[in-house]
């Protein structure tokens, strides 16, 4: 056993029945270095490869499988594997293991060793090169290629009735509910979509040839110069489409996002491109790629099962990834199509916002939905990670949660810090916002309305609490991140800002971390420094809404606890911009000194200045005008919806 590790049962019983595995195939015993490749240990299949190094012998790749015990498919997949061998015709750039020995009985195989890494990882290095992505894509179409044509490619009239009836007659299984599946409706839809084509491809010349039958990135081994593929799993002649839909929905599904295809499109274009540069048996417009792409993403939903629980990490992150594209696949549409009357709305969230919107909870996207619906504009849900972002040059409207717009016609959201209220902006600097920027004016605020509206958001909020909240003579101060940086938008570093204050305020302080940053061992220095030179200044775990109900006057660079403490009657000293910043003692604005002075002696109109921020310059998503407004606001600031 390798120290500093547990090893797995499968690399137990893997490591152990080398020896007898090597003198079988007439290799000595001994004297092996095993390196792990690549390994699977599932419920369903454990099986694992390794780089098997001899110093007299050489380097081979020994695979080994536990389970499913099945000597007989094993021994298959080696036949195939063979097979393939003799039948490619090899050359510099591109190849196939020579498979050496096999142990069926152990279900263990040896073959030659190919240098190289699989063709994922290249591609996974490349995620921010697409012009690297596609000239690796053309490199795997042009083995496939040479694959396809070495078994005697045949011209055959394509027959997509038996795919449609296969799935026809699942779908009846699925709405009897003998058989569930992930993502129902979305299945549904798809069967639907092949039973739509099948007539405009029935009977058109396609070609069959030898299938690789499980030709993804994974099986690709590369090294930069010479391409090879491993794990053939069919050997029976069939459309080429077969193989070719697998490679390109591995590759659009991992690397590439729903905002690249069209309604319709499986694949993008410029991957297609790249592709069929490299393989040349049949073009892009051959009828077995077209449908069996679609038909693709079926074959690889149906083996995610319906149930999160029962899912391993690697089938839902293939839901994840696939249902998007799905989404758009499945829509109204031909891949051929290249205009759209009017640009959609794109949506940007998080993983876990996006399973929220998915499932009718992410009240934004829910809002969005309504005004695509009212407006008869297309709305779709990318997931906000750098491969699914669009193109600056993009005329597709994006929103994006609290980070910097997508897109030429991209816009912020952000919820106002509590309730239902939100900001639709162009930039994600708070401080720079319409309402950052607008005068709050008390004298024009309705008071009794006012009134109504903070008492009843306090006691929402906060309840009783708000309502007995008492001064005991200390200032609450929320610490932020990055304490030893002085940022645009700060008037000085958060740990100048504590000295500041000390030397401003008589008050102890109380500090709090927050809870989602990290701090650096210098950073906590400096806060031990602090506490050590000032006996007043402490930090302290305390939760904000206690805090809020028992200091005397917040000083923060913008954290929002300055905003809720108006609803405790607690006034605030900024240090930073912030939209919020009306009724508070602004340092950016009139210095520090000055800030500490007016926040002893100010009067703020809290209910008011609520009133003023959230129900007259926020959306308020759960007012009945609320679609109306939001329609408003963003035609506003640019969009024609």
Not at 110 to 131: C, K, N, Q
Not at 584 to 607: D, L, M, R
Request: aromatic share 10%; with cysteine; proline share 5%.
């Amino acid at each position: 056993m390798r120290p500093g590790r547990q090893l797995s049962e499968l690399e137990i019983q893997s490591e152990r029945a080398f020896g007898d595995f090597a003198s079988g195939a007439g290799l000595p015993r001994t004297g092996w270095t095993l390196t792990r490749l690549s390994k699977r240990d599932d419920p369903a299949i454990s099986r694992i490869s390794y780089l098997a190094e001899h110093e007299d012998c050489g380097r081979f790749t020994y695979k080994y499988q536990l389970r499913p015990l099945e000597p007989h498919g094993f021994t298959t997949e080696y036949r195939m594997q063979s097979t393939a061998f003799d039948l490619f015709p090899h050359s510099d750039h591109l190849t196939v293991p020579e498979p050496v020995y096999l142990d069926a009985r152990q279900q263990a195989s040896l073959m030659t060793y190919i240098e190289g890494r699989p063709l994922s990882e290249f591609m996974r290095e490349a995620s921010f090169d697409r012009a690297a992505q596609l000239v690796l894509l053309e490199h795997a179409g042009r083995w496939l290629d040479a694959y396809h044509r070495a078994g005697g490619p045949e011209t055959r009239g394509f027959q997509p009735q038996h795919t449609v009836g296969y799935y026809q007659r699942l779908r009846n299984q699925i709405t009897t509910g003998e058989i569930k599946v992930a993502a129902k409706p979305l299945f549904l839809k798809g069967i639907a979509k092949l039973a739509q084509l099948e007539p405009g491809f029935q009977g058109r010349e396609t070609v069959s040839a030898v299938q690789h039958g499980d030709f993804h990135m994974r099986n690709l081994i590369f090294d930069g110069h010479r391409m090879a593929c491993i794990d053939f799993s069919k050997d029976q002649r069939a459309p080429v489409g077969f193989d070719i839909g697998k490679i390109l929905l591995d590759y659009t599904s991992i690397l590439r996002s729903e905002a690249d295809l069209r309604p319709g499109q499986v694949i993008p274009d410029d991957a297609m491109e790249a592709f069929f540069r490299g393989y040349t048996l049949v073009g892009r417009n051959d009828p077995s790629v077209e449908f069996l792409l679609y038909a693709r993403i079926l074959a690889t939903l149906v083996h995610v099962p319906q149930k999160q629980s029962d899912r391993t990490d690697a089938k839902q992150r293939t839901l994840i990834r696939l249902r998007p594209i799905a989404q758009k696949a499945f829509s109204p549409g031909m891949s051929g199509r290249t205009t759209r009357a009017r640009p959609g709305i794109r949506l940007y969230l998080t993983s876990k916002s996006l399973e929220r919107a998915r499932h009718g909870e992410h009240e934004v996207y829910n809002a969005i939905q309504e005004v695509g619906r009212q407006t008869g504009t297309e709305v779709t849900l990318s997931r906000n990670a750098p491969k699914h972002r669009q193109s600056e040059a993009s005329a597709e409207m994006s929103l994006v949660h609290m980070s910097e717009p997508i897109g030429r016609n991209g816009l912020v959201f952000r919820r106002l810090y509590a309730g239902t209220f939100w900001q639709f902006e162009r930039c994600a600097a708070r401080w720079q916002w319409q309402s950052a920027k607008a005068l709050f004016d008390p004298g024009k605020i309705d008071a009794a309305a006012a009134a109504t509206f903070f008492d009843d958001w306090q006691e929402r909020l906060f309840g009783r609490r708000a309502k007995q909240a008492s001064r005991d003579g200390f200032i609450y101060m929320p610490l932020q991140g990055r304490l030893m940086q002085h940022r645009s938008f700060q008037s000085t570093s958060p740990i100048k800002m504590i000295e500041e204050a000390l030397q401003n305020s008589s008050l102890p302080i109380v500090a709090t971390l927050h809870p989602n940053e990290s701090y650096s061992d210098a950073e906590q220095k400096a806060l031990d420094a602090l506490q050590a030179q000032y006996p007043r200044f402490r930090v302290e775990n305390m939760g904000m809404e206690e805090a809020l109900a028992t200091c005397d006057l917040v000083v923060t660079q913008n954290s929002s606890a300055a905003f809720h403490a108006m609803f405790f009657g607690k006034p605030s000293v900024l240090f930073a911009g912030v939209d919020f910043h009306h009724i508070c003692a602004n340092v950016p604005k009139i210095g520090v000194s000055e800030a500490f002075a007016q926040a002893k002696v100010a009067q703020p109109e809290f209910a008011k200045y609520i009133y003023w921020f959230w129900k007259m310059n926020a959306i308020d998503l759960e007012d009945n005008a609320s679609i109306e407004r939001l329609i408003s606001r963003l035609n506003a600031l640019g969009w024609k919806v």
